[in-house]
C-alpha cells in the first residue's frame, strides 16, 4: 500500500511558477508509473503528467514545454515543476501511483493510489 502526500501548493500570479512535490512512503516510486492529475469543480480529474520508472516522461497538451515532471527514486518523492502559470491551471493537484507501465499520460481509471490533493490558484 502506497501513501502519498502532496505539498507546495499556493497562489501565484500569471507567468510564475511553482513545484509541487509528492513524499510516497510504504512502497518504492520506482515500482510504479507516477503521476500528476489536476481537478476543479464540476469537471473530471484529469491527467497532467506521467513518469516511468525509466525516466521516460508525458504530458498533456496543455501543459507540454511549461511543466516539467521528475522524481528522486532515492528519496521516494515525485515532483511537478510548472513554470509559466495561467488561470486556467487553477486547480486541486493530485499525485497518483499506477501499477503498471504508462507511455503516455495516465488514464484516470488506471490509478491504484491518491494523495489527498494540494490547491494551485493563479490569478
Known amino acids: 500500500h502506497v501513501q502519498l502526500v502532496e505539498s507546495g501548493g499556493g497562489s501565484v500570479q500569471v507567468g510564475g511558477s511553482l513545484t509541487l512535490s509528492c513524499v510516497a512512503s510504504?512502497?518504492?516510486?520506482?515500482?510504479?508509473?507516477m503521476g500528476w492529475f489536476r481537478q476543479i469543480p464540476d469537471r473530471e480529474r484529469e491527467g497532467v503528467a506521467g513518469i516511468e520508472s525509466d525516466g521516460s516522461t508525458s504530458y498533456a497538451d496543455s501543459v507540454k514545454g511549461r511543466f516539467t515532471i521528475s522524481e528522486d527514486s532515492a528519496k521516494n518523492i515525485l515532483y511537478l515543476q510548472m513554470n509559466a502559470l495561467e488561470p486556467e491551471d487553477t486547480a486541486m493537484y493530485y499525485c497518483a501511483a499506477i501499477p503498471y507501465s504508462c507511455s503516455r499520460v495516465p488514464p484516470l481509471g488506471a490509478v491504484q493510489y491518491w494523495g489527498q490533493g494540494t490547491q494551485v490558484t493563479v490569478s
Open positions: 510504504g512502497d518504492t516510486i520506482g515500482r510504479y508509473c
